[in-house]
């Protein structure tokens, strides 16, 4: 009898154990998350207020009340925190696009509304934008291989196909055709961006018609 009492007793314990230490993990953990989610909040304040360029491990540090080291277990160093940003740029503008089926009346006003998705998102989201594109940021070659970044090509691409499909055009390049739309867009933006700080919520008549230009080209067999 006495024997399992004290095995009731030491698995009681034990089980007691394992509770509070499960609790205190999941305690630390929670607190490794708010410190990560600190230096991204304090990392995104800097670059709305004062721009990428301002942007060091030692200014966020300070702004948090962390040392530099602190910071560099959450992220490698001040281009992993761009990076950050970026991926979660193309996220946001995977899911505006996506949006955009939703309003358009067939194939081929999808295209015009996945055109005016992305340049709504380039004027809303500017430092985001120039973050993802490397406006005035050196480039990171992670980037652009980011499955971020290829979600929102994929949605552009499947609107090209729904047009090519429906024009009965197999002779196109789609790949190309994909590759033209988004310089087209993104060229129009970058020039707005270099010599402005902010671009206009609407894409201009040019813009539009560029639009309009390149769906005739999707249309028409060689």
């Given at each position: 009898m006495e024997n399992k009492i004290t095995v009731l007793l030491l698995l009681t314990l034990l089980t007691s154990c394992i509770f509070n230490n499960n609790k205190m993990l999941s305690r630390r953990e929670k607190e490794i998350q708010e410190l990560r989610q600190g230096i991204i909040d304090q990392s995104w304040k800097i670059i709305q207020e004062d721009g990428w360029q301002s942007l060091s491990i030692r200014k966020i540090a300070d702004a948090i009340n962390y040392s530099v080291p602190v910071i560099y277990k959450h992220f490698e160093n001040?281009?992993?925190i761009v990076e950050y940003f970026s991926k979660e740029g193309f996220s946001?503008?995977?899911t505006d696009l996506d949006a955009s089926k939703n309003i358009a009346k067939d194939q081929i006003d999808h295209l015009r509304q996945i055109a005016l998705a992305y340049w709504k998102f380039a004027s809303e989201n500017t430092q985001y934008y120039r973050i993802m594109f490397g406006l005035g940021i050196p480039a990171c070659e992670t980037i652009n291989s980011s499955e971020e970044m290829k979600a929102s090509s994929k949605i552009i691409l499947d609107a090209i196909d729904n047009v090519l499909t429906a024009s009965n055009n197999s002779q196109?390049?789609?790949?190309?055709?994909?590759?033209?739309?988004?310089?087209m867009l993104h060229g129009f933006i970058a020039i707005d961006l270099l010599s402005n700080q902010k671009i206009a919520q609407l894409p201009p008549p040019t813009v539009l018609d560029a639009v309009e230009g390149f769906i005739y080209t999707l249309q028409k067999q060689n």
């Open positions: 001040k281009e992993a946001k503008l995977a196109a390049d789609r790949h190309l055709k994909l590759k033209t739309f988004w310089s």
